[in-house]
């Protein structure tokens, strides 16, 4: 069984800084992507916010370009998620996301975990 423990969320001012983390239960052979999503109330489909490859190459929602940075840390199976300057519409549900194999037998497939709040206060 494999989990994915995100920490980090929490209450913050805007313009504040949070850290979230994401640590996996296993160590995964193959990581393809690692990625935080999240979802904002009333809204029913998760947004990307952002993607880090097993290269090393990152991706961002345009919103939170310039004060959000993705970090990996493949030793250890980890991705960080770096919040600065925190506005009220960043407020959401943060689900850590990785595409990969646990076993070179087993499939490629996403694994998510189960979501940490993130409420941004006026």
């Known amino acids: 069984q494999v989990e994915l423990q995100e920490s980090g969320g929490g209450l913050v001012q805007v313009g504040g800084s949070l850290r979230l983390s994401c640590t996996a239960s296993v160590s995964f052979t193959v990581i393809n992507n690692m990625a935080w999503y999240r979802q904002s109330p009333g809204k029913q489909q998760r947004e990307l916010v952002a993607?880090?490859?097993?290269?090393?190459?990152?991706t961002y929602a345009d919103s939170v370009k310039g004060r959000f940075t993705i970090s990996g840390i493949g030793a250890k199976n980890a991705v960080l998620l770096q919040m600065n300057n925190l506005k009220p519409e960043d407020a959401a549900v943060y689900y850590c996301?990785?595409?990969?194999?646990?076993?070179?037998?087993?499939?490629?497939?996403?694994?998510w975990g189960q979501g940490t709040q993130v409420t941004v206060s006026s």
């Open positions: 996301n990785v595409l990969g194999r646990v076993t070179i037998d087993t499939p490629l497939r996403y694994y």
């Open positions: 993607q880090i490859m097993a290269g090393g190459s990152t």
